[in-house]
């Protein structure tokens, strides 16, 4: 167990849904990060949360969005979803110059 | 950040050291290397880093020359369960960067 902590491990949905990946970051971590792992291609950088605010984007969807909460919590929310956005999506938890701790994964399947 | 480049893939038998090379000839004195590993399809892994010292833990051994332009993972006795795809990242921690996943070279451990 990292100490991140992200739900649902699976989900299948529609094309045209909207979905709601949750992350929990490991005690004491102020940042969240977000990354997409489509079939056969690397690690793409979502965004990033530190403390609740918005630090960087990368590249992320018009369709996509994500918050971070007060208890430091963060959301994805994935809308008018497509057949491509099918792929793992990980969070991540940072604290200092030790990297990140990630999560098991979110593995999305839209049909 | 400074851009790495590793080679695709690599075979190590069994019980001996597997060493993983990264170039990163544009690398810059504030930034660290760090390497992650990534087993099948499971969260990255954070292994090691360092910013201009040789670095060990009880994971592997990180060698990086002396003008910082390449460095080398050492994992000292490889077993199956080292499997994975292994990541080499250059990042400035002052400025809180987040990690850019390349390519990565994917390690094979074969009995």
């Known amino acids: 167990d990292s100490g991140v902590t992200q739900t649902p491990k699976h989900l299948i949905t529609a094309t045209g849904q909207r979905v709601t990946l949750r992350c929990s970051p490991r005690s004491g971590d102020l940042s969240v990060y977000w990354y997409q792992q489509s079939l056969d291609q690397g690690l793409q950088f979502l965004i990033q949360?530190?403390?609740?605010?918005?630090?960087a984007k990368g590249n992320i969807l018009e369709r996509f969005s994500a918050q971070q909460f007060p208890d430091l919590h963060s959301e994805l929310n994935l809308s008018s979803l497509e057949l491509g956005d099918s792929a793992l999506y990980f969070c991540?938890?940072?604290?200092?110059?030790?990297?990140?701790?990630f999560g098991s994964g979110t593995r999305l399947t839209v049909v | 950040d400074a851009k790495t480049t590793q080679p695709p893939s690599m075979d190590c038998a069994e019980g001996r050291a597997a060493n993983l090379p990264c170039n990163h000839s544009?690398?810059?004195?504030?930034?660290?290397v760090y390497w992650y590993r990534q087993i099948h399809s499971q969260g990255p892994q954070y292994i090691i880093h360092?910013?201009?010292n040789n670095e060990t833990n009880e994971m592997a051994s990180l060698i990086i020359t002396e003008d910082r332009k390449s460095s080398t993972l050492i994992l000292p006795h490889a077993t199956l369960r080292d499997t994975a795809v292994y990541y080499c990242?250059?990042?400035?921690?002052?400025?809180?960067?987040?990690?850019?996943f390349g390519g990565g070279t994917r390690l094979m451990v074969k009995p």
């Open positions: 360092g910013l201009k």
């Open positions: 544009t690398i810059s004195g504030n930034e660290y």
């Open positions: 949360y530190y403390n609740g605010e918005e630090r």
């Open positions: 990242i250059v990042r400035d921690n002052n400025a809180g960067n987040m990690l850019t």
């Open positions: 991540a938890s940072g604290r200092g110059n030790y990297g990140y701790t």
